[in-house]
Every structure is written in C-alpha cells, then in structure tokens.
C-alpha cells in the first residue's frame, strides 16, 4: 500500500529541515511568520508525501487513475499550498546563502525567472508540459524507467509552481487580489478539463499496453480504469475552479471595501 524511495524521501526531509531553519532564523530577526501561512507549506508538503508514497505511488504503475491521483496530488494541489507557505520574506530565508547570492548576482538566471513567471509565459508552458507528458510516448517511458518517472514528476511540480507563481505572488506579502487572475487560473484549469475529456469520451485505451493486466487484476478494464482516472482529473478541476472563484471574489470585494474606507477618510479629513 505503500511507495518508499529513498532519495525522494531525503530530498523531501532536506526541504522540511530547510523551511524550519528560514522559520526559526525569522524569528531570531523579530519576524514571527503566521501560522496560517506555516499551516499551508505544512499542508502541501502532506499532499506532495502522500502522492510521492502513499497508495496512489503503490498503485501508479498498475492503474491509470492511480497514477493520474498521484499527479494531481504532487502538483496541482500540493503546488500552490508549497508557494503561500513560502510568501515573503521566507522563501528569501529558505535556500542557503550561497545559492541566493549566486542568483542575485547572476542577472541572466534572475531574467528567465522573471520571464518564465509571466502569466503569458507560464500558462502556455504548463499546458505543454501537460499535454506534452500525457498525449506522447513519454508517458509510457516514464513508467516504464524509474529516472524518466522521477523526471516527470519534477517537470510536473515545476510547471505546477510556475503556474501558479503569477497568482499567488509569493514575492509580495499581501496576496494582491486582481480580477484578472480569475481569468488566468480558468483557463489553465479548462487546459486540463479538456485533456481529462479527451480520456474520458474515447472509446479506445491510450495507454492498454501499461494497465490492462493491472486493471484486470483490480476488476476493471482498461478503458474503465482511463474512464476513472480522466474523471478524477475534471473532478479535481472543477473544485479548483470553485475555491479560486471564491477566493479571489471575496479578496477583490475585501481589497476594494477596504480601498473605498481610506478614500472616504481622506475626503472627510480636514485640510490643515
């Protein structure tokens, strides 16, 4: 039931010992980080151990909606959890000193950052990376070869943090609230939505090859194993889709009440 990789276990465990160390150096500034914003790195790190040990990693090279929860798991939920629980000034304290000064003075590292991060740039790169892993014989490769498979799941959290860079500003403290964002995050999700359709109305297996002994051995066929799986995906989609219209909604209705307070003060200010 469950998947132990000892690399990905260190890699996880180095990262966890690197966000208590920004933490506690914070703290030492006069800085106490809110728990809310802990409780979100905390609660995507949960997400990213589950999909990369749990049942989900167990089950990942016998069923397909296995692997597509695995998926969703590592990088779309846990993905922007990992960015909120990084907000400035803590991702500034995470990595070593060394590496941070490195990228600071290194402008051409600090350009493809600021480029890679452009809602234009990062939407359409993780539609390719998606598409790219999913509907191609890298798919198949990757679960077939344990390095091209840990490959895929760092291209996907990657792709997953860049997307949501632009949304989530980590770099800025408090979460700007813009309406356009709405839009940003729609879009990228019906990508996906798309791509789960396209799996759940085809009469035929993409990928029978890899699951039909393991479906069978579960009591499905192949096509109801893919069936399963592209319905999770748009499920997980939809919900996405309901919490940012949420959020940003009530974060753009707050912003601006707030907006139209300090206007009224400043008009019922008396000149001096």
Excluded: C
Aim: proline share 7%; net charge positive.
């Amino acid at each position: 039931m469950f998947e132990f990789d000892p690399v990905v276990f260190l890699l996880l465990a180095g990262t966890a010992g690197l966000y208590i160390r920004a933490i506690r150096r914070l703290s030492k500034r006069g800085y106490r980080v809110p728990r809310s914003q802990q409780a979100m790195w905390w609660f995507g790190m949960s997400l990213a151990t589950v999909g990369l040990f749990g049942p989900p990693a167990a089950f990942s090279e016998q069923l397909f909606w296995a692997h597509m929860t695995e998926h969703l798991l590592i990088a779309d939920l846990a993905a922007p959890f990992l960015l909120a629980g990084l907000r400035t000034p803590v991702g500034l304290f995470l990595p070593p000193k060394e590496i941070l000064v490195l990228v600071a003075r290194n402008r051409p590292i600090r350009a493809l950052g600021s480029f890679i991060t452009k809602p234009l740039v990062a939407l359409p790169l993780s539609v390719v990376v998606l598409y790219g892993w999913h509907l191609g014989p890298a798919f198949t490769t990757a679960t077939r070869e344990p390095v091209i498979h840990a490959l895929q799941h760092q291209s996907f959290l990657l792709a997953s943090l860049i997307f949501w860079w632009p949304a989530i500003e980590p770099n800025r403290r408090p979460m700007p609230a813009q309406l356009w964002k709405i839009v940003y995050l729609l879009g990228g999700r019906m990508a996906s939505i798309l791509m789960g359709a396209l799996f759940l109305v085809s009469n035929r297996a993409f990928y029978s090859d890899l699951y039909t002994a393991g479906a069978k051995e579960h009591g499905l066929t192949a096509l109801a194993d893919q069936q399963i799986g592209a319905g999770l995906m748009m499920l997980m989609d939809v919900l996405i889709m309901m919490v940012v219209l949420i959020i940003f909604f009530a974060k753009a209705a707050s912003q601006g009440a707030r907006e139209d307070q300090e206007a009224d003060e400043l008009r019922l200010k008396p000149s001096t």
